[in-house]
């Protein structure tokens, strides 16, 4: 009897009033909320950033209401460093507000390549792995009997020899040096009594190369090895001896004698 009494008072009504009120602009606000958020009808058409610089495309995607993801990169020495090569979305796609688009990007440094190239490879694989690494290179020929069309050896820009485990970036211009076969006749000059150092000096002014080496000694340090003495080589020098240009000498190295380990003389006493 007092719930009845209670459910058609004025008080009840007014209550239940301000209830459904409350729940009606609760309802409104939050789905004024989950629109803003969520951007539900809101479409956007993806601006075109593809060849313009990285940090161009980030404040175009930005002002748009998208959000720029750098997604990968890669190396092309043709390509601008730091520019879009691709997005996803495509442009003039409609997406909806802060939507991902994802750009591929040309790196600002390029990445560093093991050069694999050595002496002996024959010319034509050496050109191929070359190109195929992106190493712009040239071709220098030199005089060589065992090397003719093979590569002799791989120079960078200042002419200092590369070793296949070298690693070069991509792009390092290159100079690849390959044995050509002469009939040119050269002097031979005399190599024994030279340091290894002078003897490779001596043999690339007369236009010959090294050939098979051989130690007498173990070698501990490049000063050791530069500074071996030659004490044979193949061919043996005579006095106006004349070979191919390009011809490998064969050479044996010694360990040099030290000044304290020659003989002393004694010089007798001045009277």
Known sequence: ?????????RTFWVQLGVVVVLAVVGFVALNVFLRAF?????????????GIHMNEAEMALEAAGLKPVVMDSLYSAKGAAGSVVEQDPAAGVE????????????????????????????????????????????????????LSGLVMRIEDSKGKSKMPDDRLRKGAPLVLVIGQASSQQVSLPEL????????????????????????????????????????TQVPAYTPGRQ?????????????????????????????
């Open 192 to 231: 024994v009594g030279l340091t290894r150092r002078q003897g490779m000096v001596a043999l690339k002014k007369a236009g010959l190369s090294a050939g098979f080496s051989r130690w007498g000694f173990d070698p501990i340090s490049g000063r050791d090895s530069s500074e071996a003495v030659i004490s």
């Open 95 to 146: 997406v909806k507000g802060t939507r991902n688009v994802y750009l591929t990007v040309y790196r600002t440094t390029p990445p560093s390549e093991r050069l694999e190239v050595e002496e002996g490879m024959d010319a034509v694989v050496a050109r191929i792995l070359l190109d195929v690494k992106g190493f712009p290179f040239r071709e220098r020929y030199e005089p060589s009997t065992e």
């Open 243 to 271: 070979v191919n240009a390009g011809t490998a000498i064969d050479l044996t190295f010694e360990q040099p004698v030290a000044a304290s380990d020659v003989p002393q003389v004694e010089q007798p006493p001045i009277e």
């Open 38 to 50: 969520t951007r539900h009808s809101e479409r956007i058409a993806v601006p075109s950033v593809v």
């Open 1 to 9: 009897m007092r719930l009845l009494r209670f459910l058609i008072s």
